[in-house]
Nanobody
Framework: QVQVVESGGGLVQPGGSLRLSCEVS????????TGWFRQAPGKEREGISS????????SYADSVKGRFTISRDKTKKTAYLQMNSLRPEDTAVYYC??????????????????WGQGTQVTVSS
């Protein structure tokens, strides 16, 4: 059974940092994409970053480019999202998702097959 589990959310002051983790399990496929999304109240789910497991290719939304960094540990099947210079507008529920295919827009929710439960990130003083 495929599982996607996020961790690492919390409350942080503006300008602070957080690191989110996403562990995937329950499959043997070697090539997959892990994506990070977020959804603020009243807004659509937004794709913010992705990383390919085999070659480490990454993508970022303009809203987080230069502030967020995605990485992965292949042996642990875990992806990380390092979030720096956090702003109040980064407040949202952050979701990790797994895509086992090879095509599609890596920042579009419809590309992904499995989703985690989400973790709350609140940026406030």
């Amino acid at each position: 059974q495929v599982q996607v589990v996020e961790s690492g959310g919390g409350l942080v002051q503006p300008g602070g940092s957080l690191r989110l983790s996403c562990e995937v399990s329950g499959f043997t496929l070697g090539h997959y994409t892990t994506g990070w999304f977020r959804q603020a109240p009243g807004k659509e789910r937004e794709g913010i970053s992705s990383i390919r497991s085999n070659n480490g290719h990454t993508s970022y939304a303009d809203s987080v480019k230069g502030r967020f960094t995605i990485s992965r540990d292949k042996t642990k099947k875990t992806a990380y999202l390092q979030m720096n210079s956090l702003r109040p507008e980064d407040t949202a529920v952050y979701y990790c998702a797994l895509d086992m295919g090879f095509g599609g827009d890596r920042l579009q929710p419809s590309t992904y097959d499995y989703w985690g439960q989400g973790t709350q990130v609140t940026v406030s003083s």
